[in-house]
């Protein structure tokens, strides 16, 4: 057979107000029936771009050479999109290749029924006969992709379908048009892992009860793992390796690929020893006793229970991992602990104080915020910002002092001095993730709160970032709560684990155990939900795999 | 014509780009608004007249008389030049922009300010009255402060004053509105909450992280308040409650004296006080609409941003 | 939520969560019970703000009278009584549709609101159809060719409509139209012998149109719609900018949203994205806007109903300002808030009905 997509040295650049800038350069791809080739990369490596140019779906901003060539398999593909006429492009559109975004909650227009969206492509093309026959045929699909009661949600708006269910019906709406080849931009990267391996099997389903080919854009190697029969790297605007996926896991040939893939945090390896013993009697820093926080409802609304009589304690010179999805209350413990949530009920003692003490331990907590790029006052200097805590505790320190104290917070983070003076937009996101573990240090605190701090960040940056988390926390012996989504960086810093669930915690040990050998019937599938990005082995975690319809919503 | 065509093509590509358009606009608006700053700053010597003149050596002026070399936009009903009370009239609308720019700016943003940050019941009062007076007209606002403050009849200070009041009225609840629901999306970013978890007190934090970072929208205010000024005041004077002839030149108040002209088809009492109204109003709103040009980011940097994600990339090192 | 909101509605957002369907009764109580607030704010405001200023009776007769005549007719009045007790009669009346009697001659205002307040009406629909017909379709051609020569065009005619007041546009286009020209009537809402005609039948609605289309007679009809034309386009027009540039933004935020883009993915054609997938979503914070306009255009009214002769609302505050009747005009400005609450609550009813998430 042929193949079903040949993009040739694809060159796309972007005029800019500063002159063009270079996305892609020089790629050449392709993709065969039935085939998944996982396009991966870093942030600005030029995969979107390579992906939309596919579909024609550039700005007008942008330039073009190459070829993208698609066909329907049957014979060689002979079709350039790139010099398509605009009638030629819409009717290539969804029918030859069908796209799959990564928002499924963007994606799809708040103000129409999901049946309705799903039909306009098929009016588009004049397919479907009637508009009654267009609407059965939408239930039929969305049956097909398991979306339960399709009859009833045909008639739904997005918001009434969970996130899951909505990249279910996106799914649906590029299958429907019988597509051979579906282009897919991370699309599972905004969803909860469990989410994430529903929508990965319905993927897997569509090349094997539809004989859809897939070209997967992600960044997340589980998922490359999991799903790619070959991948190929992308690194600046070119291809720098193709492989199969089992040769490339095992064998990287380029330093880049190398370098990426010892980046990736291994779920299942490498699995941290305790290095604390198990109380040492002390008192610990944070201590929460049936702790619970409302989120007050709007316009008379009920209150929203976030955290629900959750107890634990933080131990002295302890990094906990808090562990859980969006919406199980984890980031609020946090706020909670640092004075940025009030507390509905129960009791929180920090640094052995109760919480209407509060003030007491304003400047002993360092705090680092998941978005780096927010977190700095824009206005002011990486200097400032960090000089901030020393100035605003009014410690007895002169201009010079303060600076000396900054400059050795900047070194100790690994960032040259001179970064001082610059303001955050001039820093990398990595750069300003450091400069974020330099401000809550500035204050030698016993108690680091970190969210989310790596999930921003590209996985070559969160690796170091990681590294240094890790020997700052060796070095000054504070306690932290790590909070994370991802599984695999929580086992690689934290000592202890707290699996969180809709506000309860279901789970809590050792991080070895709770991860290594879970419990509870939701850490079970949270572990079980993970792709590990090691495609043999994921292979036979895939057994059984997860059964379809059952996990949905 | 060859010149025309020559030239046509490097121009186009500007103006699809949205630059050359921003420019224009941008250009026009200065332009105009610095006309305006000069007429008024410059009046006595431009004008042939004083504003409330009806006489000079040769006589009375006469009523309604047609543009001649004299009078070149003619005289109005009251026997005045109608080209000297234009002139004077950009006198009045500059003053009734700086009054009500000092009424209602300060006022609003502190209100704004301190009720978005610390937020509870006295913000949601201040809220509900806010709104009630955003959704009144302005005009009928304008109305009941000016026979508050001068009873309807006005003096230069008296009328200017009354109309400066009016136009803080409507002015001050949106400057509040707008600086609030600025405080409140810099409220909710993480630097503020990182200056509150080292422990930075609120006024500290209001001060220094949210008020600086909320303030970027107010020179598109000043530019809106500065036109809506001009036309309150216009309007109230188009009513009868402006100021007096005699006490200053107003544009609002000419043309309500020329609504029957127009109907005798005298077409020079009304035209020149109503362009400068248009023009002033004019460079004001591109100068602010290009000012909300530059400050949409989407504009500043096009087709990079939807592709390309700012952030993440390139790692340090 | 990617729909962009340019200014929202102010007292309640509408809210992003829908609960069920009992989520959106309930938000159309509160959104109700919120007019009541918003009237009493306004109401006591000008009341204070009016009696800051003195009595009426002194403000309106002070020069014609001798003390002792102006004391007892503020006896008989009741000016002389403290002033809570009033602002509390006041309010008592108001709540029982009394808005008070004018001072100079003497009639209640809501009598004049009946005798006007269709005249108003009839030119705020004709400024509301001309802003519709050329508002909407504009913004959408301004939108889809963004940043190209009818979008600078058609910008740069949004900002003049907002530049020119409304009382100079009126003045132009009658210079024009009327005087010059002569194609249309200069001013009144219909010949003489029209309005006398109109005003005999049997049963009348007060809006000229509604009455000329009833009686059948082909002149009147003719002779309404020529007096209309001119007033409605110069109110039209102001709020015809307002509406072209709401629509511009709001459609150039949603064109360029991800949604769009899934369905142009799909094929759909451009002008189907630009009508539905684009319009729908960004007719939201369009129409919510709009209601905030209904406030821009009741002050047009007035400046628009003075310049034509137009004999509504407007013009009649107009004449009680100039005759310093300030109950008269208290009293209209009033009934102005009412209305303003009232519109606001509908138009936010009818931004919810657009958007699913309030309604399920």
């Not at chain 1, 810093?493 to 879970?518: F, S």
């Not at chain 3, 629509?247 to 799909?266: E, F, K, M, P, W």
Request: proline share 6%.
């Amino acid at each position: 057979m042929s193949d079903l997509l040949r993009i040739e040295e694809l060159h796309v650049g972007f005029a800019t107000d500063a002159g063009p800038v270079p996305a892609v350069r020089g790629v050449s791809l392709s993709v065969a029936p039935g085939e998944v080739l996982a396009l991966v990369g870093e942030s600005g490596s030029g995969k979107t771009v390579t992906a939309r140019s596919v579909l024609g779906l550039l700005p007008d901003t942008a330039t073009v050479r190459g070829r993208v060539l698609i066909g329907d398999g049957t014979r060689e593909p002979d079709e350039n999109v790139l010099d398509a006429s605009p009638a030629r492009l819409r009717a290539l559109r969804g029918t030859h290749a069908a796209m799959v975004f990564q928002e499924p909650s963007a994606t799809l227009n708040p103000v129409f029924t999901i049946g309705w969206q799903l039909t306009e492509g098929l009016r588009a093309h004049g397919r479907g006969g009637s508009k009654a026959e267009r609407r059965s045929l939408a239930v039929e699909w969305l049956a097909k992709v398991g979306i339960p009661d399709p009859a009833t949600r045909v008639d739904h708006y997005p918001h009434q379908l969970s996130g899951g269910q909505k990249q279910r019906a996106v799914i649906a709406m590029a299958l429907a048009l019988g597509s051979r080849l579906i282009v897919a931009d991370e699309p599972t990267t905004a969803l909860d892992v469990t989410v994430q391996a529903e929508i990965l099997e319905l993927l897997h389903r569509c090349r094997t009860d539809f004989g859809t080919a897939v070209l997967l854009i992600t960044h997340n190697m589980g998922v490359v793992a999991d799903l790619a029969d070959r991948v190929a790297v992308m690194h600046a605007g070119e291809v720098v390796e193709q492989a199969p996926v089992r040769d490339l896991f095992a064998a990287p040939t380029h330093s880049y690929t190398r370098e990426l893939l010892s980046a990736v945090p291994d779920f299942g390896t490498g699995r941290r020893t305790m290095s604390l013993t198990a109380d040492d009697g002390t008192r610990p820093v944070v201590s929460a006793r049936a702790l619970t926080v409302d989120h007050p409802g709007r316009l008379g609304r009920k209150a929203f229970r976030a955290v629900d009589a959750v107890t634990f304690d933080i131990r002295r010179g302890e990094i906990l991992g808090l562990v859980g999805e969006s919406g199980s209350g984890k980031t609020t413990i946090g706020r909670a602990i640092a004075g940025l949530t009030p507390v509905t009920g129960g009791q929180l003692e920090v640094f052995g104080a109760p919480l209407s003490r509060r003030r007491k331990t304003a400047g002993r907590i360092g705090y680092v915020f998941q978005d780096p790029a927010t977190s700095f006052d824009p206005l002011l200097t990486i200097g400032d910002s960090i000089a901030e805590p020393l100035v605003a505790h009014g410690r007895d320190l002169g201009a010079k002092a303060i600076r000396a104290r900054v400059e050795s917070l900047l070194e100790a983070v690994h960032l040259p001095r001179t970064h001082a003076d610059r303001y955050p937009h001039e820093l990398s996101g990595g750069q300003r993730q450091r400069a974020g573990l330099a401000r809550a240090l500035a204050l030698r605190p016993r108690l680091l709160i970190a969210d989310e701090p790596t999930s921003a960040l590209d996985v070559s940056v969160q690796a170091k970032v990681l590294d240094l988390f890790g020997e700052l926390q060796r070095e000054l012996g504070f306690a932290a709560l790590f909070v994370s989504h991802d599984l695999a960086v929580v086992e690689q810093v934290a000592h202890r684990v707290v699996v969180l669930h809709r506000g309860r915690i279901v789970e809590e040990g050792a991080t070895g155990q709770v991860l290594g050998d879970p419990q509870d019937d939701y850490t079970r599938r949270l572990v079980a939900a993970l792709p590990v990005p090691d495609p043999v082995r994921q292979a036979r975690r895939r057994q059984p795999p997860v059964q379809e319809g059952v996990a949905g919503v | 014509m060859t010149l025309l065509l020559t030239r046509r093509p490097p121009l186009r590509p500007r103006i699809r780009t949205g630059a050359g358009v921003q420019r224009v606009m941008l250009l026009t608006g200065l332009v105009l608004t610095g006309l305006f700053l000069l007429t008024a700053l410059l009046g006595p010597l431009l004008a042939p007249h004083g504003y409330a003149q009806l006489t000079d050596s040769q006589g009375l002026f006469g009523t309604q008389q047609h543009p001649s070399g004299g009078h070149p936009l003619g005289t109005t009903i009251a026997g005045y030049d109608v080209l000297s009370r234009t002139i004077w009239g950009a006198r009045t609308a500059l003053l009734i922009i700086v009054a009500a720019l000092l009424l209602s700016v300060v006022p609003g943003t502190v209100l704004g300010l301190v009720s978005g940050y610390l937020g509870g019941r006295p913000d949601r009062l201040l809220v509900g009255l806010a709104d009630a007076l955003y959704a009144f007209p302005p005009l009928l606002l304008a109305i009941v402060m000016s026979i508050v403050i001068s009873g309807g009849r006005s003096s230069l200070t008296g009328g200017l004053g009354a109309a400066a009041c009016s136009v803080a009225v409507s002015f001050v609840p949106q400057y509040f509105r707008v600086v609030r629901a600025e405080v409140i999306r810099v409220k909710a970013e993480p630097f503020v909450d990182a200056a509150r978890v080292i422990g930075t007190g609120p006024w500290r934090i209001m001060t220094r992280h949210v008020l600086r970072n909320s303030v970027r929208t107010l020179p598109l205010i000043f530019t809106i308040n500065a036109s809506e000024s001009i036309l309150t005041l216009a309007g109230l004077g188009f009513l009868g409650f402006g100021i007096e002839p005699n006490s200053a030149a107003e544009w609002g108040y000419d043309l309500n004296r020329a609504v029957a002209d127009v109907t005798a088809g005298i077409w020079w009492t009304a035209v020149p006080p109503g362009l400068g109204i248009v023009l002033t109003v004019l460079g004001t709103t591109l100068l602010s609409e290009s000012l909300t040009d530059l400050a949409d980011p989407r504009l500043r940097k096009r087709g990079t941003t939807p592709l390309l994600p700012a952030d993440g990339g390139a790692d340090d090192e | 939520m990617s729909t962009p909101t340019q200014e929202t509605t102010g007292a309640v957002g509408t809210p992003a969560d829908g609960a069920a369907g009992h989520g959106f009764a309930r938000y159309l109580v509160v959104r109700f019970l919120l007019i009541f607030p918003t009237v009493l704010i306004l109401v006591s405001l000008v009341f204070f703000l009016m009696r800051l200023t003195g009595d009426p009776i002194s403000a309106a007769f002070g020069d014609r009278l001798t003390p002792d005549q102006l004391h007892a007719k503020l006896h008989q009045a009741g000016y002389d009584r403290p002033l809570l007790s009033q602002y509390l009669d006041y309010l008592r009346s108001l709540a029982t549709g009394d808005f008070g009697r004018t001072v100079t001659d003497n009639q209640p205002v809501t009598h004049v609101l009946t005798t006007y307040g269709s005249a108003t009406v009839e030119l705020a629909f004709y400024a509301l159809l001309v802003a519709l017909a050329v508002g909407v379709p504009l913004g959408m051609v301004a939108a889809s060719h963004r940043d190209r020569a009818p979008d600078a065009a058609l910008r740069l005619f949004a900002i003049l409509t907002y530049a020119t007041p409304v009382f100079f546009v009126g003045l132009l286009l009658k210079l024009v139209f009327a005087i010059w020209l002569g194609w249309l009537p200069s001013s009144g809402r219909a010949g003489t012998a029209v309005q006398l005609f109109l005003q005999n039948q049997t049963s009348t609605t007060g809006v000229y149109l509604i009455d000329a289309l009833r009686s059948g007679d082909a002149t009147a009809v003719a002779d309404v719609v020529r007096h209309a034309v001119l007033p409605g386009l110069a109110l039209g027009l102001l709020v015809a900018g307002v509406l072209l540039r709401l629509v511009r933004t709001n459609l150039i935020g949603t064109l360029s949203a991800d949604y769009v883009d899934a369905a142009r993915s799909r094929g759909v054609a451009p002008l189907r994205l630009l009508t539905h997938h684009a319009t729908r979503p960004a007719l939201i914070p369009v129409v919510t806007v709009l209601g905030l306009q209904v406030a821009g255009l009741l002050g047009g009214a007035v400046l628009t109903e003075t310049t034509f002769e137009w004999k509504g609302l407007g013009y009649e505050l107009a004449h009680y300002l100039t005759t310093r009747d300030f109950p008269a005009v208290q009293g209209i400005v009033a009934l102005f808030a009412v209305v303003v609450a009232v519109t606001n609550f509908l138009v936010d009813v009818v931004a919810a009905l657009i958007d699913p998430r309030v309604r399920y």
